[in-house]
């Protein structure tokens, strides 16, 4: 069965230091992989994807991600976090089951990233 | 940039009510998908289109119906309204194609009593 886990319900980290949100993933064919970011009472705003190519994938906000095939892991990642990244983050696989035109996604239950001052 | 509405924020309805979730999108996207969203269950996908009177059933289509009458609008409908479906649903669009990402309204937080 195709899943996408994401291990914490809630990550903390003070403010300037670096910060990773883990993702793993099952599926059947190959793992296109995206992150999304959802702020309070808004809806999901697109962070980065991959698709194919160089492992280490940079999207929005200084946010990048880096693909481990060996490990079925995509964990997002920032240098220096900033008060304002305080949000809810989904990862979430591409779904191969059916037509493979829908881009259908199977997503996490998400990670609360809390950033302190 | 893609601009995707939602009719409303907030909602409120009464069990037994018919509950019409209306969502638009400006970017002529082939597709268009409903999800729910709680606490700690993540994004559930409810029905999803590919095109103009298409519609495929995702994990969780019980006690929903969908409508797509015109490319640029998708409708969820709860046919009789429970409390069980107090939630709040997320509307999407994306291209055709299995490597574009999906763009979200804002979401409609509805309350059944």
């Known amino acids: 069965a195709q899943s996408v886990a994401q291990p914490e319900d809630q990550v903390n980290v003070a403010e300037g230091n670096p910060l990773t949100v883990k993702c793993t993933y099952s599926?059947?064919?190959?793992?296109?992989l995206f992150w999304y970011v959802q702020y309070p009472n808004r809806g999901l705003q697109f962070l980065l994807k991959?698709?194919?190519?160089?492992?280490l994938v940079k999207g929005s906000y200084g946010f990048e991600a880096e693909f481990n095939k060996s490990q079925t892991s995509f964990h997002l990642k920032k240098p220096s976090a900033l008060v304002s990244d305080s949000a809810l983050y989904f990862c979430?696989?591409?779904?191969?089951?059916?037509?493979?035109?829908?881009?259908?996604?199977?997503f996490g239950q998400g990670t609360t990233l809390q950033v302190k001052p | 940039d893609v601009k995707v509405t939602q009719s409303s924020r907030y909602l409120v309805k009464r069990t037994g009510e018919k509950v019409f979730l209306e969502c638009v999108q400006d970017m002529d996207h082939e597709n268009m998908f409903w999800y729910r969203q709680d606490p700690g269950l993540g994004l559930r996908l409810i029905y999803f289109s590919y095109d103009v009177k298409m519609k495929e059933k995702g994990d969780i289509p019980e006690g929903y119906s969908v409508s797509r009458e015109k490319k640029e609008r998708f409708s969820l409908i709860l046919e009789s309204a429970s409390t069980n479906q107090t939630s709040m649903y997320l509307c999407?669009?994306?291209?055709?194609?299995?490597?574009?990402?999906?763009?979200f309204g804002p979401g409609t937080r509805l309350t059944v009593t």
């Open positions: 999407a669009s994306s291209l055709l194609g299995a490597h574009y990402e999906q763009y």
């Open positions: 599926v059947s064919g190959n793992p296109y």
């Open positions: 979430a696989v591409r779904d191969w089951w059916g037509s493979s035109n829908t881009g259908k996604l199977i």
């Open positions: 991959y698709i194919t190519g160089d492992n």
